[in-house]
């Protein structure tokens, strides 16, 4: 447990020092007028009040990944806790609050325009369609999810498909309906769930201190299939979300058009990836016991396909550590995450689509107008996960790896903000993460069977040498000046 205490306090600190690091490079002003003063709308431009905001954006980026990616990323073994730790600080809490700020500073604007504004129209235009399909995915993939859980719960009659018709219900409503009406009032529900989840498991280690391997075996890969899954890349994608998420960038304009102080700015979009690492980290560290020889023999697991299901999982160590009730809010917890994310993915679609073709969304027929594609889109994806029996596994794996490719393309475009917009070298804090991620991120497509298949050391030697071409561009053109995309509010001063 010792390596878990430090992992943990790491965790904190990076949220006190390294996030008040960014918020300085920033610059965060309290006198600046924010979206949602300067532009009320009463349906997305609307003061909440800081706690609900923080609530909000900290279960628009859950979802799953904190709970099943740690679960699966712990197969690999303590190695996960290094990347949980370091990724979230340095890679993923700097990405959403920097994708957050500037978004800001914009008015509001969702990530494609910010992706623009740095790396030019013509990749805006490919980003808007490649993050409109990763939304569409993201809503499909946790439609699937919960309702998955909530029929092995539930009786027999209310089977898989009826509770896929009743989250989608819910989506629509809460996709169509002003921010403060559906979403602001049933996230303390969804969040005392998910909080008691990891508060749960956390007090059990602390009191029975389970035999958690330490800091000598953390780089040692002990997945069943190490042959196969080299840590890197596979434990970092498979973790994801736990580190860094290309869709939490999508999910920052949603609070950004919600906020009445720059300030702010700290603890909901870096305090709220910090608290997804914490999660992360509670659920891999309970994982990494659960998989090994001694937790395999305490779980009774004599059928070894149940170590690739990170649901039974979740629902062993709920039950086994809590008790019924216990487990019983646990689940909760893990099925009011994906319904928490996936229902602001659509609204983060239907922004974006209303930013790009200049539509105002303050009428409830502007919303349905772009809000109907959006919901045919994905009922037609569900309806593939209905009929193929491997549909859903399917979609889950485009959304990995899309997923990944945009923290990338965000980070490189941080780098330029920061390069263009502070002086100095600060840059670099943005400029590291990205040349990583841009490795990582490539060599899983390039050797995973779902990607190229290719051989690990040529995927590698590419993937570096790709990474390098990047950053030997970014070091020769972004330094220049150009004429960057204004909004129309950008960043008034209060009169005092």
Same mark, same amino acid.
């Given at each position: 447990?010792?390596?878990?205490?430090?992992? *943990?306090?790491?965790?904190?600190?990076?949220?006190?020092?390294? !996030?008040? @690091?960014?918020?300085?490079?920033? !610059?965060?002003?309290?006198?600046?007028?924010?979206?949602?003063?300067?532009?009320?709308?009463?349906?997305?431009?609307?003061?909440?009040?800081?706690?609900?905001? %923080?609530?909000?954006?900290?279960?628009?980026?859950?979802?799953?990944?904190?709970?099943?990616?740690?679960? =699966?990323?712990?197969?690999? !073994?303590?190695?996960?806790? *290094?990347?949980?730790?370091?990724?979230?600080?340095?890679?993923?809490?700097?990405?959403?609050?920097?994708?957050?700020?500037?978004?800001?500073?914009?008015?509001?604007?969702?990530?494609?325009?910010?992706?623009?504004?740095? @790396?030019?129209?013509?990749?805006?235009?490919?980003?808007?369609?490649?993050?409109?399909?990763?939304?569409?995915?993201?809503?499909?993939?946790?439609?699937?999810?919960?309702?998955?859980?909530?029929?092995?719960?539930?009786?027999? +009659?209310?089977?898989?498909?009826?509770?896929?018709? #009743?989250?989608?219900?819910?989506?629509?409503?809460?996709?169509?309906?002003?921010?403060?009406?559906?979403?602001?009032?049933? +996230?303390?529900?969804?969040?005392?769930?998910?909080? %008691?989840?990891?508060?749960?498991?956390?007090?059990?280690?602390?009191?029975?201190?389970?035999?958690?391997?330490?800091?000598?075996?953390?780089?040692?890969?002990?997945?069943?299939?190490?042959?196969?899954?080299?840590?890197?890349? =596979?434990?970092? #994608?498979?973790?994801?979300?736990?580190?860094?998420?290309?869709?939490?960038?999508?999910?920052?304009?949603?609070?950004?058009?919600? =906020?009445?102080?720059?300030?702010?700015?700290?603890?909901?979009?870096?305090?709220?990836?910090?608290?997804?690492?914490?999660?992360?980290?509670?659920?891999?560290?309970?994982?990494?016991?659960?998989?090994?020889?001694?937790?395999?023999?305490?779980?009774?697991?004599?059928?070894?396909?149940?170590?690739?299901?990170?649901?039974?999982?979740?629902?062993?160590?709920?039950?086994?550590?809590?008790?019924?009730?216990?487990?019983?809010?646990?689940?909760?917890?893990?099925?009011? &995450?994906?319904?928490?994310?996936?229902?602001?993915?659509?609204?983060?679609?239907?922004?974006?689509?209303?930013?790009?073709?200049?539509?105002?969304?303050?009428?409830?027929?502007?919303?349905?107008?772009?809000?109907?594609? @959006?919901? #045919? &889109?994905?009922?037609?994806?569900?309806?593939?996960?209905?009929?193929?029996?491997?549909?859903?596994?399917?979609?889950?794996? +485009?959304?990995?790896?899309?997923?990944?490719?945009?923290?990338?393309?965000?980070?490189?475009?941080?780098?330029?903000? @920061?390069?263009?917009?502070?002086?100095? =070298?600060?840059?670099?804090?943005? +400029?590291?993460?990205?040349?990583?991620?841009?490795?990582?991120?490539?060599?899983?497509?390039? %050797?995973?069977?779902?990607?190229?298949?290719?051989?690990?050391?040529?995927?590698?030697?590419?993937?570096?040498?790709?990474?390098?071409?990047?950053?030997?561009?970014?070091?020769?053109?972004?330094?220049?000046?150009?004429?960057?995309?204004?909004?129309?509010?950008?960043?008034?001063?209060?009169?005092?």
């Amino acid at each position: 447990m010792i390596t878990f205490y430090i992992s *943990l306090t790491i965790l904190i600190a990076g949220y006190f020092f390294y !996030g008040k @690091l960014c918020e300085h490079i920033f !610059g965060a002003d309290k006198n600046r007028m924010t979206p949602a003063i300067a532009n009320p709308d009463g349906v997305d431009y609307i003061v909440l009040p800081n706690w609900k905001i %923080f609530l909000i954006q900290f279960l628009n980026i859950a979802g799953l990944g904190p709970v099943f990616g740690a679960i =699966m990323g712990a197969k690999f !073994g303590s190695a996960s806790f *290094l990347w949980i730790v370091f990724g979230c600080i340095f890679a993923g809490a700097m990405h959403d609050y920097f994708a957050g700020m500037i978004s800001l500073r914009n008015n509001g604007e969702g990530l494609p325009t910010t992706i623009g504004r740095y @790396l030019g129209k013509h990749t805006q235009f490919i980003m808007q369609i490649f993050t409109i399909f990763l939304l569409i995915i993201v809503s499909a993939v946790f439609t699937s999810g919960p309702a998955n859980l909530l029929a092995g719960i539930t009786p027999e +009659y209310l089977d898989y498909t009826f509770w896929i018709f #009743v989250i989608f219900g819910y989506y629509i409503i809460a996709t169509l309906f002003p921010i403060n009406k559906i979403i602001g009032r049933i +996230y303390p529900i969804f969040g005392f769930a998910l909080l %008691f989840m990891a508060v749960g498991i956390l007090g059990y280690m602390i009191i029975e201190n389970p035999n958690i391997p330490e800091f000598h075996e953390a780089l040692k890969n002990s997945h069943p299939d190490s042959d196969s899954n080299p840590i890197f890349p =596979m434990m970092f #994608v498979s973790i994801a979300c736990g580190a860094i998420s290309g869709f939490h960038a999508t999910q920052s304009p949603l609070m950004a058009r919600c =906020m009445k102080n720059e300030k702010q700015g700290r603890p909901i979009f870096f305090g709220a990836m910090i608290t997804e690492g914490i999660v992360a980290l509670i659920w891999a560290a309970a994982a990494t016991y659960f998989f090994s020889p001694e937790g395999q023999q305490v779980f009774g697991i004599t059928d070894e396909s149940t170590n690739s299901n990170a649901a039974t999982i979740t629902n062993l160590i709920a039950n086994n550590w809590l008790g019924i009730a216990g487990g019983l809010l646990t689940i909760l917890g893990v099925i009011a &995450a994906p319904i928490s994310t996936g229902d602001t993915a659509l609204r983060s679609a239907r922004l974006i689509i209303a930013d790009f073709f200049k539509f105002e969304q303050k009428s409830l027929k502007r919303r349905l107008t772009i809000s109907i594609p @959006l919901f #045919v &889109a994905t009922i037609t994806i569900l309806l593939f996960s209905l009929l193929d029996k491997n549909g859903f596994e399917i979609i889950w794996r +485009y959304f990995a790896w899309s997923n990944q490719v945009l923290a990338v393309i965000t980070l490189w475009a941080i780098a330029i903000f @920061l390069r263009r917009e502070r002086k100095g =070298m600060w840059w670099i804090i943005s +400029y590291i993460p990205a040349l990583f991620m841009t490795a990582m991120t490539l060599t899983f497509i390039l %050797f995973s069977p779902v990607g190229a298949g290719l051989s690990y050391n040529i995927s590698v030697i590419i993937s570096i040498a790709i990474a390098t071409l990047c950053g030997i561009w970014f070091i020769a053109k972004s330094g220049k000046k150009e004429e960057l995309q204004k909004s129309k509010n950008q960043g008034q001063k209060l009169t005092p």
